[in-house]
């Protein structure tokens, strides 16, 4: 079994395009289908639905995928721990995180960089659960999410903060001399929120419903920063997690708020895919989140 040929049905599968695969492959489409065609001779079965286009894989180009990814995943581990045994450790790091865990990737980027000085970090906002798979296919390297609330399986995990929910709406719009907000208030605004696709939505959801409230906002995305921005408009407020207190602390237009009831924090965290052996970035990514962890990230108020 030629390794090329699970690289080009493990990028098929991603890309769901055969002349987009062929392009990351680096290679021409003929030469990807002669691969395919090698891969499915080999194994006596049709592994991806084509007629002209890439259709999808078939129920046996399904079962492969997983452990395609799981061995080209090892092969790319391998190398990676040999060359960490006589030099630094190089290559490009890949960061997923979900939305509300973004504010501490810049925290987490500096200390592993600089522990890793041949590293270069590509980070990726991303949902749980994506992040989930993403670490299973060997997609990326770490990721930084909710470890309490649908904690992804088999990961190694660091918690580097308690997350909160603040409420944010624009100065002027009737909040300025707030010192903290009731849920209650918060629920009758004109809301703007992450969609229910996103598992932070689904948590505020829970905890709406646990006080008796529950929420429609009139605009919904899949982006802190897409809220930030309609709010800035005056039109619309939001409720976000208190990281983003932190790192737009000073912006003239926005009015971070507590809120006046407690409410039990969410740990979110740095995970990586608990294997044996542990790959050189893996050990890396930990390393750097457990040197931040003994200070934490400290509350906005």
Not at 231 to 253: C, H, N, Q
Not at 281 to 287: C, I, K, S, V
Request: net charge neutral; aromatic share 8%.
């Amino acid at each position: 079994m030629q390794l090329r040929h699970l690289r080009y049905f493990v990028t098929l599968a991603r890309e769901q395009h055969f002349a987009k695969a062929a392009a990351a492959c680096g290679i021409s489409q003929p030469t990807l289908s002669a691969g395919l065609g090698a891969l499915e001779a080999e194994f006596g079965r049709r592994l991806v639905e084509r007629d002209r286009r890439f259709i999808g894989l078939t129920p046996h180009g399904e079962a492969m995928l997983p452990w395609a990814e799981q061995i080209l995943g090892a092969v790319s581990g391998m190398a990676s721990a040999v060359a960490a045994t006589t030099a630094p450790l190089m290559g490009e790091f890949g960061l997923a995180a979900i939305p509300a865990a973004l504010p501490l990737v810049g925290l987490l980027g500096e200390a592993l960089l600089t522990q890793n000085p041949g590293i270069t970090l590509a980070v990726r906002s991303a949902t749980s659960r994506a992040i989930e798979r993403g670490l299973h296919a060997f997609e990326v390297d770490a990721g930084l999410t909710y470890l309490d609330h649908e904690p992804p399986a088999n990961v190694l995990s660091v918690p580097l903060y308690a997350e909160r929910y603040v409420f944010l709406a624009a100065r002027g719009s009737g909040f300025d001399h707030h010192a903290a907000v009731s849920w209650e208030e918060a629920t009758r605004q004109d809301l703007c929120l992450l969609h229910q696709g996103m598992q932070y939505r689904r948590i505020l959801d829970e905890r709406l419903a646990a006080r008796g409230l529950a929420v429609t906002p009139r605009a919904t995305a899949d982006s802190h920063f897409a809220l930030f921005d309609m709010v800035r408009s005056g039109t619309f407020a939001t409720i976000v997690p208190d990281g983003y207190a932190r790192l737009m602390a000073g912006v003239e237009w926005a009015r971070f708020l507590p809120f006046d009831a407690p409410e039990e924090a969410r740990r979110v965290g740095l995970v990586v895919v608990n294997r044996d052996p542990l790959g050189p970035m893996a050990r890396a990514a930990l390393a750097a989140a457990r040197a931040l962890e003994p200070a934490g990230v400290q509350p906005p108020f």
